[in-house]
């Protein structure tokens, strides 16, 4: 069980420190319309942010084509860690 915690944290933290790492080295909060945006992404929606970051310099922003498949993983991820803890928090009060 020790590796699914692990794996837990990971999926939890890695984004964010992707985007810390990406603040400290570059621009990155260039691709977003202000700071404030850039650091409700960081904080709520870390996955779409870095697809956002993807799109945006990889493609100059426009979502045509594949990227718009890159932006849907990264709202799917995001939903998905918010929904998984809701189910979790379910069954262990059904417990």
């Given at each position: 069980m020790p590796g699914c915690c692990l794996?837990?944290?990971?999926?939890?933290?890695?984004?964010?420190?992707?985007?810390?790492?990406?603040?400290?080295?570059?621009?990155?909060?260039?691709?977003f319309e202000s700071r404030l945006v850039?650091?409700?992404?960081?904080?709520?929606?870390?996955?779409?942010?870095?697809?956002?970051?993807?799109?945006?310099?990889?493609?100059?922003?426009?979502?045509?084509?594949?990227?718009?498949?890159?932006?849907?993983?990264?709202?799917?991820?995001?939903?998905?860690?918010?929904?998984?803890?809701?189910?979790?928090?379910?069954?262990?009060?059904?417990?």
């Open positions: 794996g837990a944290v990971v999926l939890f933290f890695g984004p964010r420190v992707t985007l810390f790492l990406a603040w400290l080295l570059t621009g990155w909060y260039a691709a850039a650091l409700l992404g960081f904080l709520f929606l870390p996955w779409t942010s870095l697809a956002w970051m993807l799109v945006f310099f990889g493609h100059h922003g426009d979502i045509s084509g594949g990227y718009v498949l890159v932006l849907a993983a990264g709202v799917v991820a995001d939903l998905s860690a918010y929904g998984g803890s809701e189910v979790a928090r379910q069954r262990r009060r059904d417990e």
